[in-house]
T-cell receptor, first 119, second 115 residues
Framework: AQTVTQSQPEMSVQEAETVTLSCTYDTSESDYYLFWYKQPPSRQMILVIRQEAYKQQNATENRFSVNFQKAAKSFSLKISDSQLGDAAMYFCAYRSDAMRGGGADGLTFGKGTHLIIQP | EPEVTQTPSHQVTQMGQEVILRCVPISNHLYFYWYRQILGQKVEFLVSFYNNEISEKSEIFDDQFSVERPDGSNFTLKIRSTKLEDSAMYFC?????????????FGPGTRLTVT
């Protein structure tokens, strides 16, 4: 079974600074997807960014980027120019592609990192 | 922008009672999912549903749980005889194939409190 580990229960960053959230995972599969989800106090889960394992290029979405190291099974999230609205729980998630393009597989989540933005 | 909706936002029930949590997935999505998050813990996959049948389920999804798509829009999770440990946030999600993969869009969740 796959596991996802987020070793930082809480991180704090000054507004406008850059912060990196860590995530490692364990899998024997070669095809999979990785995601970062944001969960603000409202508890809605919001997709931030995704990465396909077969792609070497790191995904980027505006101020959010990832550092995907497939051999090391590492998938960190970098948030540049942190804003107060970025304060939330951040969950790293893994999804198998065992169904070869099907959507049946559920996401495996890490325990989350609570990100605090200091004004 | 279309979104997944869930009702009710908060449900309180007594131990042993049956509850039904309701979800309306995004209209053109094909896969539907239920997850739960016990307070302070990680989000856990329960079940996925496609073409009117269960596609995958976790070991958490035992005989006390069932899912149904009773009409063209609703997707429900039934918990037959609730236990205290069923208290959690329950998230519904739906997905459609986009750019080669299925991205899951989550609803706002239903907080279930079992007393």
């Amino acid at each position: 079974a796959q596991t996802v580990t987020q070793s930082q229960p809480e991180m704090s960053v000054q507004e406008a600074e850059t912060v990196t959230l860590s995530c490692t995972y364990d899998t024997s599969e070669s095809d999979y997807y990785l995601f970062w989800y944001k969960q603000p106090p409202s508890r809605q889960m919001i997709l931030v960014i995704r990465q396909e394992a077969y792609k070497q290029q790191n995904a980027t979405e505006n101020r959010f980027s990832v550092n995907f190291q497939k051999a090391a099974k590492s998938f960190s999230l970098k948030i540049s120019d942190s804003q107060l609205g970025d304060a939330a729980m951040y969950f790293c998630a893994y999804r198998s592609d065992a169904m070869r393009g099907g959507g049946a597989d559920g996401l495996t989540f890490g325990k989350g990192t609570h990100l605090i933005i200091q004004p | 922008e279309p979104e997944v909706t869930q009702t009710p936002s908060h449900q309180v029930t007594q131990m042993g009672q049956e509850v039904i949590l309701r979800c309306v997935p995004i209209s053109n999505h094909l896969y539907f999912y239920w997850y739960r998050q016990i307070l302070g813990q990680k989000v856990e996959f329960l079940v996925s549903f496609y073409n009117n049948e269960i596609s995958e389920k976790s070991e958490i999804f035992d005989d006390q749980f069932s899912v149904e798509r009773p009409d063209g829009s609703n997707f429900t999770l039934k918990i037959r005889s609730t236990k205290l440990e069923d208290s959690a946030m329950y998230f519904c999600a739906s997905s459609i194939r986009l750019a080669g993969t299925y991205e899951q869009y989550f609803g706002p969740g239903t907080r279930l409190t079992v007393t």
